[in-house]
């Protein structure tokens, strides 16, 4: 097991903190944790599909309805939860009206919005989140994804190529950016045109932008616009690699980024028992399923999710996947979910010291925000807000506030550490 560091500090303060990795880890706040809703349905094993699937790919056998969803959120909110990603694509249900609708059910939980820059205007989407904001004063989040799959962006009439769809996602950002600031803009450009655009409303604050793409178009833009660059879930020093380069690229601009990690999660009072969860997951897979997926998945443009296959290939080929355990591609890190979903493919498995153990590693390679699920997405919602974040608040890792008495009499979660 790597060691990592224990950070114990004043939040409010700043501390050069040297770790077991010979690094200093520059702390000024505590990390974030957001949420996944899973507007496709939930299951208590993997779902498949994702980014690269056709619509109705995706589909659990656990309805995901309003209050199935709204239950996950009020957890969510009860344990600390910044906010809650909902995510946009052919193979799920809207992500604007899903948190429209879930936001009366929670009094601070922010929703993290993933659409598509060009789908629709930017002076539209800029008022659709300002309108939100309004309503909602600080609780939306927009995550911003350009598209990595060109038959899915073609079924939304998109017909640009990749380098084309960054191209114009820089264009979008900087006419939504200027709207929130109070501009009236006008531009000519490449692949956005709008004339005398103005808001009503101002947004206050106004919504922070996430942002992820690992290929050499994505940085540039990620630099100039991310509030928040996100990574999917790659061994800690892919991650601090991918951290450091965006850190330079935005450094140029005049400008600092936070970073957050999308992951799966399996947490248990030991290890063997979360392992074990693992093992069944993978148990209920076969050979023509994960050949589906993989042939779906492979038509994707997306370096991430290239880099996300790339993490099980070995495996796929010799047939060793069906052994869960051999799918461990860094301490606790998991490769298992990516075998038939798209997008996020890695999980952290262990105990729930082990789960803290790696979430601080991730932290020391520059990691600020964690977008954590599950499955199902409710009960291991539990399992780790009552497994794993006592212990990153005895740490200081974590400090958000809880916002009331957690649902603790769930018999399926245990007390112990």
Not at 12 to 32: E, F, N, R, W, Y
Not at 246 to 253: E, N
Not at 283 to 302: F, H, K, P
Request: aromatic share 8%; charged share 20%; net charge negative.
């Amino acid at each position: 097991m790597c060691t990592v560091a224990v950070l114990q500090i004043p939040l409010t303060q700043t501390a050069d903190l040297p770790t077991p990795s010979g690094h200093h880890l520059v702390v000024t706040s505590a990390i974030k944790l957001h949420w996944f809703l899973p507007t496709y349905g939930d299951s208590r094993l993997i779902v498949g599909g994702g980014h690269g699937t056709p619509a109705g790919a995706a589909r659990g056998d656990r309805d995901a309805s309003i209050d199935y969803l709204a239950s996950i959120v009020r957890a969510a909110e009860t344990f600390g939860f910044t906010g809650a990603l909902i995510p946009t694509g052919a193979w799920c249900e809207d992500a604007f009206i899903t948190a429209a609708l879930l936001a009366r059910e929670t009094t601070s939980l922010a929703f993290l919005v993933a659409f598509r820059p060009g789908l629709v205007s930017p002076t539209l989407s800029a008022q659709m989140a300002a309108t939100f904001a309004r309503h909602a004063p600080g609780r939306i989040l927009l995550n911003v994804v350009v598209g990595g799959e060109a038959h899915e962006q073609r079924s939304f009439g998109d017909y640009l190529d990749k380098e084309g769809r960054y191209a114009r996602a820089d264009e979008f950002l900087d006419v939504v950016r200027r709207l929130w600031d109070g501009q009236t803009v006008t531009l000519d450009g490449e692949h956005i045109r709008v004339e005398g655009a103005s808001l009503a409303t101002l947004p206050d604050p106004a919504p922070p932008l996430y942002f992820g793409g690992s290929s050499a178009a994505a940085g540039p833009v990620a630099a100039r616009h991310a509030d928040v660059y996100l990574t999917w879930g790659e061994p800690p020093a892919a991650v601090a690699d991918k951290v450091d380069w965006i850190r330079r690229l935005a450094a140029k601009q005049g400008r600092q980024v936070r970073f957050g990690i999308r992951l799966h999660v399996i947490t248990r009072d030991a290890a063997d028992e979360a392992w074990s969860q693992a093992d069944k997951l993978v148990s209920a897979l076969d050979d023509e399923t994960v050949r589906s997926a993989q042939a779906g998945l492979g038509r994707s443009q997306s370096e991430g999710q290239r880099r996300m296959l790339a993490l099980h290939e070995a495996h796929r080929a010799d047939g060793s996947w069906h052994d869960a355990r051999s799918l461990e591609i860094a301490p606790n890190l998991w490769a298992g979910v990516g075998l038939v979903r798209g997008g996020a493919g890695t999980a952290l498995v262990g105990s729930h010291t082990e789960v803290a153990d790696r979430i601080a590693e991730y932290a020391e390679a520059g990691i600020d925000e964690f977008v954590f699920s599950g499955y199902p997405h409710l009960e291991e919602l539990f399992w780790f807000g009552e497994g794993v974040v006592p212990i990153l608040r005895d740490r200081g890792l974590f400090t958000a506030d809880v916002k009331g008495a957690a649902a603790s009499s769930i018999p399926f979660v245990g007390a112990a550490r």
